[in-house]
């Protein structure tokens, strides 16, 4: 392919990727921040969802309470009334009273009949109630006069507390000890065994001594859903006298409890009782029509979360208000809840899903954002095309024929010719730069293959130093290997023949120069000659180190040092000596006892101080089955990926767990444990050891 075209589609890369990779990352701020604000908006409009439900809450909790006392006022101000009428002695100028009977409202005998006014629109047609005095003797009482004129001289009185309210109390009403009842306003219905002291708002009453709520219940005459406040009549020394109370709309005391239409749809608000179980039953439930067909029966009110829900009754039988997260028939809804005396409270229940509807448009708008910001993309994206072609049409005309001339000096010094050289004009530019730096690069490079070449040679001649073989000791099996991590190292292993050290006496050597490559080398290449053409001057290991570290203090510079063991075996002595200088001590492991030993620990590196002075230490020589490991510090300070060390221990357990092979498979083996312990991490020290083992054969 040409440059141009090469060109062409690398420009068209270097233009749209960015491009491309910039629309990436405007879309994903543009989803990070549609994510941002729509969680921000579902979170102000949750918030402002909670404190709206829990206004609505505390409205109709103070709706209700307001009803409720104005209710039980009204139903104390009539037994306060009917007491007073029954307390005193019947008027003798009363006639007898006008009992009304179910005929008579059906045949329009009770004078002022009328539609009970308040009745919801739409319903049942009203009910005709009358608003004078109808007085109704219920089945099973006795007509009884005095009684009877008595409740009708209060009529007056339920008239006043109802002014007004009428939309509210449906009726009110009193029921004797002896069966007479009042009703206002008088309405049809009452018949049968119909008996008003069998009533639930009569014996909860009873049962209460006070005030007594029932409900809600269908009102037997209208069949309209109803609540009752009633309180008891009694005579100042305790006597039952009746009850009187007062009949309030259920779907009055419902509209308390409706939401606003945004919330309502799906919604559910309800009043419930709090019961000695620490649970909690519902006793009046508004739907999300707005509307109640039939009251229902009291049943425990539910959630999906049992903690959230005790945690609300908690907060109910405390009096506290609340907003809390809990799903209801498995989806995720708002709570709101305040309480009401008498152990009861509100709630309202409305789904997450109506928040989420009024987030709706927030969404709409980002997704119409997202959508622009494509369409301005893809037009940038074909101007850019269309810049990139004409550009590229330009420019490698100017770029191709200086390339194609750095390619072909390339390619000559690849087949060998260190003298090519770059042809083209001076230039100021990257191409000018390049082609100056090739030129100078190619001499570079030639004498980095020169260098090569010579440490190649280092390399190859300091491994000619090395031993080739091991000695052949009688009673023991050498082996010795030593592994740079460079070209060419520091580490050294000898062995010294007794053709130096005298008859039957063989010398092993260890030794570590500090650093690495060629100055390393140089150094340790001395000590080696000095210890060969000095060893047969010593009578000792220690004499001997000394006579080294003289000659090495008097040469050594750059702070090179060197550590070194030195471990004399005198077979026909059946003796072992050692001298140390400054190098870690080998480990001999006792086949008998099963335990390692170390070699004495010894003075200074050699070159530090010319007058140091080295103690020759005498060591149990090697029993058969003994092993003697000396080794430099690239051994167990060799680490893993991870920059741990190998470590003495972990040499111990290899030497101990193949001490019953020979030197050389327990070198091998040590060699092998040490790769895998890298496993794959560069090799930071050179490695060298000496392995020796006792086999007691003469």
Known sequence: MRIRWKLTILLLAVSLVPLVTLKVVDGRAIRRLSDRVVDQVTATVSRRVEHELLQHVHGAALRMEMARSRAELVARTQAE??????????????????????????????????????????????????????????????????????????VGLLRALSDGN??????????????????????????GDFDGRQRPWYTNA???????????????????????CSFPLKRDDGTLLGVTGVDLSLDQALSMLALPPDLSLGAS?????????????????????????????????????PSSLAHLIDDLSAGRDGVMQCPYQGEPCVWAYGSLSQGMGVVMIVPSRRVDAM??????????????????????????????????????????????????????????????????????????????????????????????????????????????EPPQIPGHEVFGVSHYCDETGGDYYDYLQPVVLGDGRFGLVVGDVTGHGVPAALVMTSVRALLQSHAGESQSPGELLGIVNTAIARD???????????????????????????????????????????LPLGGLPLGVDGGERYATEAVPPLAPGDVLVIGTDGIWETRDKAGRFYGKERLREAIREHTVQSPREIGEALLADLDTFRAGAARLDDVTFVIVKGTGAG
């Open 206 to 228: 009873v049962e209460a001594g006070g005030i007594a709520w029932t409900g809600p219940y269908l009102d037997t005459p209208t069949g309209e859903p109803r609540l009752t």
């Open 81 to 154: 009334g009917f007491t007073e009428a029954l307390a005193q002695p019947p008027s003798r100028s009363a006639g007898p009273p006008a009992w009304a009977t179910p005929a008579a409202f059906k045949d329009g005998g009770v004078a002022g009949l009328r539609p009970q006014p308040g009745w919801p629109v739409g319903a049942e047609p009203a009910p005709m109630v009358s608003y004078d005095r109808a007085v109704v003797l219920m089945a099973g009482g006795e007509p009884n006069a005095a009684s009877a004129d008595a409740l009708s001289s209060r």
């Open 556 to 598: 050594a510079d750059q702070g090179r040092f060197i550590t070194l063991q030195l471990v004399v075996l005198d077979t026909r002595a059946g003796e072992m000596h050692a001298a140390n200088a400054g190098h870690d001590p080998g480990l001999i492991f006792r086949a008998e006892s099963g335990v390692f030993d170390e």
């Open 166 to 191: 009428r939309a509210r109390v449906r009726s009110q009403f009193v029921c004797l000890e002896n069966g007479v009842h009042l009703s206002f306003p008088g309405k049809d219905g009452h018949w």
């Open 359 to 468: 987030v709706e448009g927030t969404r709409q708008d980002l997704r119409s954002l997202s959508q622009d910001s494509i369409r301005t993309t893809a037009a940038a994206a074909v101007i850019v095309v269309l810049l990139v072609l004409a550009s590229a049409y330009l420019l490698a005309r100017t770029i191709a024929r200086p390339i194609r001339r750095l390619a072909d000096a390339a390619e000559a010094v690849r087949q060998g010719d260190l003298a090519a050289r770059v042809r083209i004009k001076p230039r100021r530019d990257e191409i000018g730069k390049l082609a100056r730096t090739f030129d100078a690069m190619v001499p570079a490079l030639a004498d980095r293959l020169r260098l090569r070449e010579s440490l190649a040679l280092a390399n190859e001649l300091q491994q000619g130093l090395l031993p080739k």
């Open 269 to 305: 608000s309800v009043v419930v009782m709090l019961d000695e179980g620490g649970g909690a039953k519902v006793v009046l439930r508004q739907s999300d029509r707005g509307d109640s067909v039939e009251p229902p029966e009291p049943t425990p009110l539910t959630a999906d979360d």
